[in-house]
Nanobody, 123 residues
Framework: QVQLVESGGGSVQAGDSLRLTCAYP????????MGWFRQAPGKELEFVAA????????DYANSVKDRFTISRNDVKNTVLLQMNSLKPEETAVYYC????????????????WGQGTQVTVSS
């Protein structure tokens, strides 16, 4: 199964920024909507942001609107999540996923997943 590969996680202070990158290894993923989800310890997987195959439609969780930006670069086969003004409660493992049926905000619509990257925000 094709794996998506996330990178860019780390430990930051509240208010800092991080940029996560998701690399997809095959050109076929250029036709997929891509999403970011996160899971904090003891909590369920949570939708963060998604972008459609052409990059013309994006969707965000209300909690991250105006602070996070999702984008894609189909020349480099990457999806980026720029995260600004991070909060301690956003400490979680962040996952990248691909959905060939179209942009979606629920994890069951996504067929391929990465291993995740840890983001830790301290106060």
């Amino acid at each position: 199964q094709v794996q998506l590969v996330e990178s860019g996680g780390g430990s930051v202070q509240a208010g800092d920024s991080l940029r996560l990158t998701c690399a997809y290894p095959e050109r076929t993923f250029r036709l997929a909507a891509m999403g970011w989800f996160r899971q904090a310890p003891g909590k369920e997987l949570e939708f963060v942001a998604a972008i459609n195959w052409s990059g013309t439609v994006v969707d965000y969780a209300n909690s991250v609107k105006d602070r996070f930006t999702i984008s894609r670069n189909d020349v480099k086969n990457t999806v980026l999540l720029q995260m600004n003004s991070l909060k301690p409660e956003e400490t979680a493992v962040y996952y990248c996923a691909a959905a060939f049926a179209g942009i979606a905000s629920t994890p069951d619509k996504y067929e391929s997943w990465g291993q995740g990257t840890q983001v830790t925000v301290s106060s």
